[in-house]
Nanobody, 125 residues
Framework: HVQLQESGPGQVKPSQTLSLTCTVS??????????WNWIRQPPGKGLEWMGAIFNSGSVYYSPSLKRRTSISRDTSKNQFTLQLSSVTPEDTAVYYC?????????????????WGQGTHVAVSS
C-alpha cells in the first residue's frame, strides 16, 4: 500500500522560497512506473497541478508556474521535493503530493491513485 506524506514549514514570508518534501513508503520513486506530482488548492479554489517527476528523473512543470518551480528527488530517502520561489500571499494553499500512472497534469482527484494528507502553507509576513 503506497503512502505519501508531505512535510515542511507551515508559514513562509513573501519573496522567500517555499520548500516541501514528500516521503513515499510502500512504493519506489525510482522503480515504480509512476509520476510523482505536486498539487495545490488555494482557499476557495480548485486543485491546481504544479508539476511532476517521473521514475527516470524527468521533470514536468505547469507552464504558469514553471518559472518559479523546481522539483527534485532524494532517491536514498525515497523522497521528492518542491521548491516554489518568490512566493506571494496568492501562493497560500494546501499542498499535496500525489502519485499517478500517467502524466495527466490535471487537478482531478480521480486522476491520482494515491494522495498525501496535504499540508497548509500560509504566505504572510
Amino acid at each position: 500500500h503506497v503512502q505519501l506524506q508531505e512535510s515542511g514549514p507551515g508559514q513562509v514570508k513573501p519573496s522567500q522560497t517555499l520548500s516541501l518534501t514528500c516521503t513515499v513508503s510502500g512504493g519506489s520513486i525510482t522503480s515504480d512506473y509512476a509520476y510523482w506530482n505536486w498539487i495545490r488548492q488555494p482557499p476557495g479554489k480548485g486543485l491546481e497541478w504544479m508539476g511532476a517527476i517521473f521514475n527516470s528523473g524527468s521533470v514536468y512543470y505547469s507552464p504558469s508556474l514553471k518559472r518559479r518551480t523546481s522539483i527534485s528527488r532524494d532517491t536514498s530517502k525515497n523522497q521528492f521535493t518542491l521548491q516554489l520561489s518568490s512566493v506571494t500571499p496568492e501562493d497560500t494553499a494546501v499542498y499535496y503530493c500525489a502519485r499517478s500512472n500517467a502524466l495527466l497534469m490535471t487537478g482531478w482527484v480521480r486522476d491520482y491513485c494515491y494522495w498525501g494528507q496535504g499540508t497548509h502553507v500560509a504566505v504572510s509576513s
